[in-house]
C-alpha cells in the first residue's frame, strides 16, 4: 500500500514537468509586431491622397521595389490623410525577423495620372533612422522579449533626401 501511494506521489509530482515541457518560449512572450509614431512636420502637399508606413528585408539599390519584397505595411487612415494630421501611431505585424528598411510613402494625385508606370511613382517621405547614428537606416528586429518601438519624422518643409537615394521611387508588380 506504501509503495503504491509512493509510486502515485512521483507520477503525480513529475506529471507538471511532463506536461509543461512542450512549450517553445517557456513563459517569455515573442512580439511579432513593430509599434510606433510617424510624426509630421510642416504643411502636406495638397496633392497627398494616400500615404502608407511600409517595411522590408533590404533596401533595393535602385528605388525600384517590387511588391513581392514587401513584407508589411500600415496605410494611414484616408481621414488622417486628408485632415493633414500631425501625427499616427501604427502597428505592423510581421514574421520573426531582421527589417533593414521602414519608410513612409506618399500617393499624389499626380501618380495616378502617370499610366506608363504602372502604379505611379510615390513619394518617399522618411525613413526609420538609427537612433544612434542619424545618418544611417535604422534596423529592427522582431521576435525579441520585447516589442519594437520607432519614430520615423516626415518634414514636409525641406525636401527628403533618402538614405543614400533621391526621395522618389517606383513601385513595381
Not at 509530482?13 to 515573442?30: E, H, N, Q, T, V
Amino acid at each position: 500500500m506504501k509503495r503504491k501511494l509512493l509510486i502515485v506521489g512521483l507520477v503525480l509530482l513529475a506529471l507538471p514537468f511532463l506536461l509543461g515541457s512542450k512549450c517553445d518560449y517557456g513563459i517569455k512572450p515573442r512580439y511579432t509586431a513593430v509599434e510606433g509614431d510617424v510624426i509630421f512636420r510642416g504643411e502636406w502637399p495638397e496633392q497627398a491622397i494616400m500615404s502608407f508606413i511600409v517595411v522590408v528585408d533590404e533596401k533595393p539599390a535602385e528605388l525600384v521595389l517590387d511588391t513581392k519584397l514587401l513584407k508589411g505595411f500600415f496605410q494611414i487612415p484616408e481621414y488622417d490623410v486628408m485632415s493633414r494630421t500631425d501625427s499616427v501611431h501604427f502597428n505592423i505585424e510581421l514574421n520573426e525577423g531582421v527589417y533593414n528598411w521602414i519608410f513612409v510613402a506618399i500617393l499624389d494625385s499626380s501618380a495616378l495620372n502617370n499610366p506608363e508606370n504602372g502604379l505611379g511613382w510615390r513619394n518617399l517621405a522618411g525613413e526609420y533612422r538609427d537612433e544612434s547614428f542619424p545618418s544611417q537606416l535604422g534596423s529592427v528586429n522582431i521576435g525579441e522579449d520585447s516589442k519594437p518601438y520607432i519614430k520615423i519624422i516626415v518634414d514636409f518643409e525641406t525636401p527628403y533626401q533618402g538614405v543614400g537615394n533621391p526621395g522618389y521611387f517606383h513601385l513595381e508588380g
